[in-house]
């Protein structure tokens, strides 16, 4: 099958019914991305935008199209990376971090668990009475993430959230009715507190398989590797549904992703400056007297 | 396993961790279908309730309900049944409904698609250049329902669905985006058009398994068949992944319904009487300046 330019295609666009070739392609995606960040308004001239980066596709893909973004406007952009302590895993990660970053001449920042909280994401894991692994590590990288990119000058944290990841979380969190929850799943966060570094998210809308493609095509090079720690069940059982229900009716996750972001303005207007305090132990942005980082720590610091 | 009052269970209630008796298990489910209609609101003294039967579970139980409750408060109570015209089907469910209403001593009426519309389900299906046949009927069957339940008196509709069809069709409309049907589905709908009948659910927070499991335990005879109409294969799919996620997870429908009712009110706020006109051929409510019965009918009577 030939692209509409007369090339071979190397995609079918199922929920478009595009045939695409490589060029066509990978600006496809160019485009994506920035039809995102040009609708919902995610970047501004002057903006010092940190791209936090695991060494993932996603992550490195979103490097690579802020970098080519940059060219077209004139914005800072840093690449922090989060060393959450997990052996045979983040270690064999940051090689592919360093080459992206090396690459394409973007300034790189690591930070760590073990130096910012005195403990790995292995050794919490080591203590008794303790939650998921993936609890303490969501809670530990979002707020180091902020902080770091704050502390970057950042004005902007870009993340590499794709469109699968999105409407599962959407799903996952309509299922267990969290409503805390709602309003935080967004292309951008408000600016709520002094010391939040409003969250982008300029590859939600793109689907993983073309995340996976274009680096493929881009020669971007990625950890295939998955977190050892044992991923939640509940999202691998909405990932498989929505899966099929993408294959049997393309462009389901889009729709679903969509339909959230036409309620979203509702759940997001439930939250108000007056809903963020400032955690009295560390001064980060906080729901409560107490960040549930702080919380964790001094529970963590009780059981090591 | 005994129940807590001693006797031997029947029942084990996974969400809440109980295990009921005989007695205890038909009484809590008497105990939701009242709190639900004391909650919402659903019924007052005084009303005329028209039961919509099929034959099938859901609704012979709802007319057992209701007719209990008839003993508690005053209101009318009256049985009505739509004859679609599906051979080998609804001639089957009819004694059904007719031994219910003898036993139950309720008043019923049945009003058929070929009497009203001049065709049968099955004529209708006959036809080239169709839409799926239950589109036909749900339309059909809506506007039927509410144009007798009037003739009839009623100031409210009763239907069986219960929270499998609910949390069913909360879920597809959100895969589907389908923003025209949320406010759709909720325990009470709004009246909107002096010739809308409102229409309540009583049974919308009672699982399909207690359902069946009360209609065996009280003796009451119903239709097990299902509509040879093949049902739509995207409901399949979304009632498969919801009873897996209720096994893993029990509690998961309940916990969708109540956030889809949370969510309600915005999107039942957005309809207002102003977005329900009348239908410039039958009179009826309907959104647009013809109904689309009369639409469907119209299309139907030039390809038939």
Redo the contacts between chains.
């Keep these: 099958m030939n692209c509409k330019c007369g090339h071979k295609a190397v995609y079918f666009k199922r929920y478009s019914g595009q045939h695409l070739c490589e060029r066509c392609f990978t600006r496809a995606v160019f485009k994506k991305f920035k039809d995102t960040i040009r609708v919902n308004g995610l970047i501004e001239r002057g903006d010092a935008i940190v791209c936090g980066v695991s060494g993932g596709k996603d992550s490195l893909v979103l490097l690579h199209l802020l970098h080519q973004l940059q060219e077209k406007f004139n914005f800072n952009l840093i690449a922090l990376a989060i060393d959450e302590g997990i052996k045979g895993y983040r270690d064999e990660s940051i090689p592919f971090i360093r080459k992206a970053c090396k690459d394409l001449d973007v300034d790189l920042y690591i930070d760590s668990f073990k130096e910012k909280y005195g403990y790995t994401l292995d050794e919490i894991t080591s203590i008794k009475d303790r939650v998921g692994a993936c609890s303490y590590c969501g809670v530990f990288r979002r707020n180091l993430l902020n902080q770091s990119s704050r502390e970057l000058g950042a004005t902007k944290l870009a993340l590499g959230h794709n469109l699968d990841d999105e409407s599962q979380v959407i ?1 996952m969190n ?4 969290d ?1 805390s929850r709602f309003g935080r799943t967004g292309t951008y966060y408000k600016n709520l507190h002094p010391k939040f570094v409003p969250r982008i998210k300029p590859l939600r809308e793109i689907p993983e398989k073309e995340i996976v493609l274009y680096a493929y095509l881009m020669n971007i090079d990625f950890d295939f590797e998955e977190c050892p720690y044992a991923p939640e ?2 999202r691998g ?1 909405v990932r498989n ?1 929505l899966n ?2 993408e294959e ?2 393309p462009g ?1 996750k889009y ?2 992703l ?2 959230y972001d ?2 979203f303005p ?1 759940f997001n207007e439930m939250l108000t400056p007056e809903h963020i305090s400032t955690c009295e132990t560390c001064g980060e942005p906080s729901i409560s007297t107490f960040c549930k980082k702080c919380e964790m720590l001094d529970h963590i610091k009780k059981n090591y």
């Design positions: 799903l309509l299922l267990r009715g409503f069940a509940f059982d549904f099929e229900m049997k009716r389901t729709t679903l969509k339909t036409k309620m509702t």
